[in-house]
């Protein structure tokens, strides 16, 4: 009957109680929204920079990382192909790339001249898929060239306008050459789009009229989580080779990505800590409301405990009508918009600066949704504890006045 | 048989630096079946000296008995599992809990007693039987005339079968003739079921129903008197 009283108290004020209840279910349902949404934001970002910039695992000669000499080549890249072919969801690009300028009849900009075989790269990153111009090297055309859009928009360029790199080759002769815009590609990186171009190795090899130098091997592995294992294994194998992991390259979104689910439970936790405040306040003047009932109660034998566990029985059932319910639409809201995504267009500009797309897909790990459960529970326990402390307080006689 | 004695009862307030002295040296017995008032002027002490016997205030000074047992150093707890198993109370206002039917509130003190469902519900529906309630059972209080919610009242004060009930002002807020109901109930309950009971009242009609009349002034026991 405990079980019953405390029920019905919730409804003797209906639109107090939905008031609370309302806080409760937008207060949740608000902080897995934006939780899902902060997720979808890191996971994708991390995913642009991974399958754009980084890769999995990327391995150069040491001495290029200090200074990037077109010279500080890898000597035996063809080993590493081998090597991937014994592993499973292993691909590997092998790259030459040279610091240069690009320019054109409008203006010049300091980049990063990307010299790779298409197909391979295409295994170990995605510009092939965020083509906005032209093509991704689909037929081979002598110094061919694929830029990013804001470079282009940066040099006012578009596809077939030729545009000059010039470069220094291995004996330090400064080359220009100059090379036609096959397509433009536009990824949610436009630091990136602006810095990287990209040409085949073998026109580079051509121009500097040397062999296919490598500086970098970019490699993608079809299941992530193994990224730390194949590198200690790619280090084993190629001790004369500087071997770093995605985490190590950037290790920004490494932490980040570290942190983010604790990041996610603060948020939740901040924002139950402020429904606390409301709902200890509603509890406490439930308690103010009913005082000389709860002194009767006293006064005919309800035990202290009894009591307090009807306050905080109470308490419990006002965040747990709501909570879930919360939890609950959240999870729909989550789910459509993982499908459907967010549109963030109009601050497309700000977002692609620091690598966000503008098309937001949420994620949330499920666990989350138990974690927020537990932590609603739990708020609505520790939120009882004082307007059910109060209840005790109560002088049987006083709260009556007189039997 | 004493059920109650109280001896050299003395409670004192201190309000505004002032000490009050709600009790002053209150020592009576009641014998079991009594249908007793205590009457006196608004501050004659009549709620206090109902409260110390209830344990639900502590007297400065002096012992309350209740069946043999003394309650006035019991702890809080011990209190008010005492109180569960020995006092029925009626308040002025009624005091039910309003989310619970009339049977329900009934009920209730047998559930903090333990009583298994099956007799505390056919003890609920007999007591209200005899209160004249049992076309009521199911309606709350908000449903029911002040009569009536205080009929459930002595209901509930009798559902844990208590070896007296304290009654304070039962029918300050009643109209004549539910009253005279009330007294009626209350009266064949002690007649036929020994059961004891005391009032604190001004109402005359209460009074004059009474076997017994305890005035109080100042605290004190002016008069004493048993009718035959």
Known sequence: MILKISWRNIWRNKLRSLVVMTAIFLGVWSGVFIDALSLGMNNQRTENFLSTSIGHIQIHNPKYLEDNKISFTISNSNELLDFGKNIDGFHISNRTKIGGMVSSANGASAGNVVGIIPENEKEVSSIYESMVYGNYFEEYKKNGIVIGRKLAEKLKVKVNSKIILTFQDPNNEIIASAFRIQGIYKTANSRFDEMNVFVQQQDLARIMNTEILIHESGIWLDNKENVDQVTENLKSNFSNLEVRSWKIIAPDLSYTDEIMMQMLYIIMLIILAALAFGIINTMLMAILERRRELGMLMAVGMNKTKLFSMVVIETIFLSLISGPLGLFVAYLSVEYFKVNGMDFSSVAAGLEDVGYSTIVYFDMDPEFYFGTLVMVVTTAILSSIYPAYKALQLNPVESIRGI | ?228
């Open chain 2, 1 to 228: 048989m004493s059920i109650i004695k109280t001896n050299n009862l003395e409670r004192f307030y201190t309000e505004g630096g002032l000490t009050v002295k709600a009790l002053n040296g209150v020592t009576l017995n009641i014998e079991e079946g009594e249908f007793t008032a205590i009457v006196g002027p608004s501050g004659s002490g009549k709620t206090t000296l109902l409260n110390v016997i209830g344990g639900l205030d502590s007297p400065t000074n002096g012992t309350v008995e209740i069946a043999g047992t003394e309650i006035t150093n019991m702890k809080d707890n011990m209190l008010i599992d005492f109180r569960l198993k020995n006092i029925g109370f009626v308040f002025q206002a009624y005091n039910l809990i309003p989310v619970l039917s009339a049977l329900e509130n009934t009920e209730f003190i047998m559930l903090l007693q333990k009583e298994p469902k099956a007799k505390r519900e056919e003890r609920a529906k007999q007591l209200l039987k005899e209160v004249g309630l049992e076309s009521q059972i199911n309606k709350k209080p908000n449903e029911m005339s002040g009569g009536q919610q205080q009929r459930v009242a002595v209901a509930r004060a009798l559902a844990s079968k208590p070896k007296f009930v304290l009654a304070d002002e039962p029918t300050a807020n009643l109209d004549s003739k539910s009253t005279a109901d009330l007294l009626d109930i209350m009266h064949e309950l002690n007649q036929k079921e020994k059961t004891t009971f005391i009032f604190s009242t001004h109402d005359q009609r209460v009074i004059d129903r009474a076997t017994r009349v305890i005035t109080l002034e100042d605290g004190k026991i002016i008069s004493d008197e048993t009718k035959k």
